[in-house]
């Protein structure tokens, strides 16, 4: 009998023992990350189409931690914001990370497969023939076109400053960036087109940003009015693009001196080839947007800060002054201008062009403590990550000192990533980068910007971050 009850205690033990076992294994395990609570049935879809920056905010002030768990109608996406996470899914583990989510397939309508929607063998075989049309050298060679069409602009200026009428600085910089990318890309000069092209690039953003941030939104041929205006500006896109493309094989210049140029002469280098039309023009309807959108709302949230911080605004000037004595920035500049360049850095990390990025996770993986299954997708936020208080101090506050003096530079890799990162990083980054710092220093040697207080300012996340409803500003003339 004693053995019996002994047999049996020993029994009751190890299934005791099996069972917080196996309870200490599964509270150990990956789990998925918070639940943003939401909608039983469409979970954040709306809110995130109508407010995402909020929403995003509003779920790490209250959820805390590294990462969030979204349900988006019927897609399933963890949110991340610390640089660790970004690493795992840029570097670590980035072959497990695909381009493929429902925004890049929807962007390919406009874009097709240029550098930006490509993934696997297309987009390392157009990488490699693109590069070296981006290297410095090829890039600073535009800086003179950016500045003489800087001038232009700022010319136009004088009227409205000297009658106190204000300026809509957004406005004023998707026009004169447009202008510069269709010179140093397409090489085609000052037109009545380019009227047209910008307002074709407005209407196809918009309606592009639309089909992606709305899971209900019908097929694209749907005969719906809004989808007959955005078929109609892409075709002049297309067809300003193409026209491009076939003066330039009639007649090649002897010396290529515009990205479109250069990209027609160039070849792979393992296999010789060269880009076929199609190619040719989803790389440079890809750029035209990408390039001068991404460097307009740069320029744009830039001159708003220096317009709200006039004493930033006047340590600018000073610098701008003393270095280039009254005469236009060249590329050489751009080294001798350090906080101006500070002040781009800092206007990209409080807005950062593109605020959100997408990944699909081709097998399940764990990111942190948290697990991503297989066909969910992972967001990474640049906003988020930029703002993030314990990377970095007074993180919503305008400082470009924080570019100056080191602290940057102490933090992890991934805390500022304002032209993606990874094999994935902008090919354009270069491009953008000295183009924003020596047009911001044109601007502010001729002008002093004071922003109209009546008018709202609001951060609108369409497929870059953008202010609603423009950015008024006073000029005032340099005496």
């Known amino acids: 009998m004693k053995s019996i009850c002994i047999n049996s205690l020993v029994v009751i033990l190890s299934h005791t023992i099996r069972r917080m076992t196996v309870s200490a294994a599964q509270s150990s395990a990956p789990r998925r990350a918070p639940l943003v609570p939401g909608h039983w049935l469409i979970g954040l879809s709306l809110r995130m189409r109508n407010d995402p920056l909020g929403v995003m905010d509003n779920a790490f002030a209250t959820i805390g931690g590294e990462a969030v768990f979204l349900k988006l109608g019927p897609y399933r996406a963890t949110l991340v914001r610390h640089p660790d996470l970004i690493k795992r899914i840029f570097i670590d583990n980035a072959d497990n990370y695909s381009k493929q989510t429902r925004g890049y397939e929807k962007a390919k309508l406009v874009l097709g497969h240029g550098l930006v929607t490509s993934e696997g063998p297309l987009w390392q075989r157009q990488r490699r023939i693109a590069t070296p049309a981006f290297s410095r050298s090829r890039v600073t060679s535009f800086a003179g076109t950016m500045m003489e069409t800087t001038s232009n602009m700022l010319d136009t ?40 092209v910008s307002s074709a690039v407005s209407e196809v953003l918009e309606r592009t940003n639309d089909i992606i941030t709305n899971p209900l939104s019908p097929p694209i041929w749907t005969p719906l009015p809004k989808y007959r205006r955005f078929k109609r500006e892409l075709k002049v896109l297309d067809d300003f693009v193409y026209a491009s493309i076939a003066a330039k094989r009639k007649n090649p210049p002897a010396e290529p001196n515009d990205l479109l140029s250069m990209l027609l002469s160039a070849r792979d280098e393992q296999t010789g080839e060269g880009m076929s039309d199609l190619q040719l023009r989803d790389e440079a309807i890809t750029i035209l947007i990408a390039g001068h959108e991404t460097t307009a709302n740069v320029l744009t949230w830039a001159l708003y800060l220096l317009g709200k ?41 409080l807005y950062p062009p593109a605020w959100m990025l997408g990944r699909s996770a081709r097998q399940d993986d764990v990111l942190g403590d948290f697990q991503v299954r297989a066909g969910q997708f992972v967001l990474v936020s640049p906003y988020l990550t930029h703002r993030h208080p314990g990377l970095w101090d007074h993180p919503t506050e305008f400082d470009p000192t924080r570019f100056l003096d080191g602290r940057s530079d102490k933090l992890p890799k991934f805390s500022y990533l304002p032209f993606g990162g990874g094999q994935r990083f902008c090919i354009g980054s270069h491009f953008a980068a000295m183009q924003s710092t ?17 008018h709202p300012v609001k951060p609108y996340a369409m497929i870059t971050l953008r202010p609603k409803w423009g950015i008024k500003m006073l000029a005032h003339p340099r005496r």
């Open 157 to 196: 200026w004088a009227k409205p400053a000297q009658a106190g009428e204000p300026i809509d600085v957004f406005a004023e910089m998707m026009r004169v960036t447009l202008h510069i990318a269709v010179k140093t890309l397409l090489g085609v000069g000052p037109s009545e087109a380019l009227n047209r």
């Open 309 to 349: 911080h006039p004493e930033i605004q006047h340590q600018v000037f000073d610098e701008v002054a003393g270095v280039l004595r009254g005469s236009p920035p060249t590329a050489a500049d751009a080294a001798r201008l350090p906080l101006t360049t500070a002040v781009v850095n800092e206007a990209m990390r």
């Open 438 to 454: 020596l047009m911001l220093s044109a601007i502010i040697q001729r002008y002093a910007l004071s922003v109209v207080p009546e």
